[in-house]
């Protein structure tokens, strides 16, 4: 166990149980194999010792803006899981009984979420569909990762979203010049948190989007 731990040190001051551990050990198995059959992750990031800080708790960081009050938590874009599947595991050994739905278009990304979501008895709904397609939702937190640039989600949100808490992205380096282009556009207030994982990067927390 002491093994695991040290691959997740970054986390340490998180309070994860150990039990989230051993699952996203058995989730970075399942991610890894997959990735030989289709193109989840890219290569480069699929290495054993890069995967977890790269993509887990990268992903992980997000909990804290999470709203674990809400009936439903919201990934778009969800891809291989990546927020949707990690904070599903988070919430699983936390008191939280969210639901974390994870919109994804692709058939056999979405068959893989919901292997995954069975095997590690999450609770979770993986809804096969375009989420621009989809209208009137309601949520509590939204969140997404390497999905679409800041403009397009906020813009998907605003139109799509009939109700939500707060928005979660991850901004990469040229994050603060697309937020301040975005602000010209939008209203809405905003948190920042420097990532854990990349110097260059931060997470944004939005709220109370509105249309200048």
């Not at 282009?181 to 109370?208: A, P, Q």
Request: positive net charge; aromatic residues 8%; contains cysteine.
């Amino acid at each position: 166990m002491e093994e695991i731990f040290k691959k997740y040190s970054l986390l340490k001051n998180q309070n994860v149980p150990r039990e989230t551990f051993v699952d996203f050990e058995r989730y970075v198995s399942m991610l890894s194999e997959k990735n030989k059959e289709i193109n989840i992750i890219s290569k480069e990031t699929a290495k054993d010792e890069v995967i977890r800080n790269r993509h887990i708790v990268d992903s992980a960081q997000i909990i804290e803006f999470v709203d674990l009050n809400s009936s439903i938590i919201t990934d778009i874009g969800s891809g291989g899981g990546l927020p949707g599947i990690i904070v599903s595991i988070m919430l699983k050994n936390s008191k939280s009984s969210a639901k974390v739905c994870m919109y994804e278009k692709s058939h056999h990304k979405s068959t893989f979420l919901r292997k995954v979501s069975r095997d590690l008895k999450l609770n979770t709904e993986v809804i096969k569909q375009n989420i621009f397609e989809a209208q009137n939702l309601e949520s509590g937190t939204i969140m997404t990762r390497a999905f679409k640039p800041l403009p397009i989600v906020i813009d998907l949100v605003y139109k799509n979203f009939n109700s939500y808490k707060n928005l979660i992205l991850f901004m990469g380096k040229n994050g603060e010049k697309i937020l301040e282009e975005t602000l010209k556009i939008w209203d809405f207030n905003f948190e920042k948190k420097k990532s854990i994982t990349n110097v260059d990067s931060f997470l944004l927390n939005i709220k109370n989007i509105e249309k200048k």
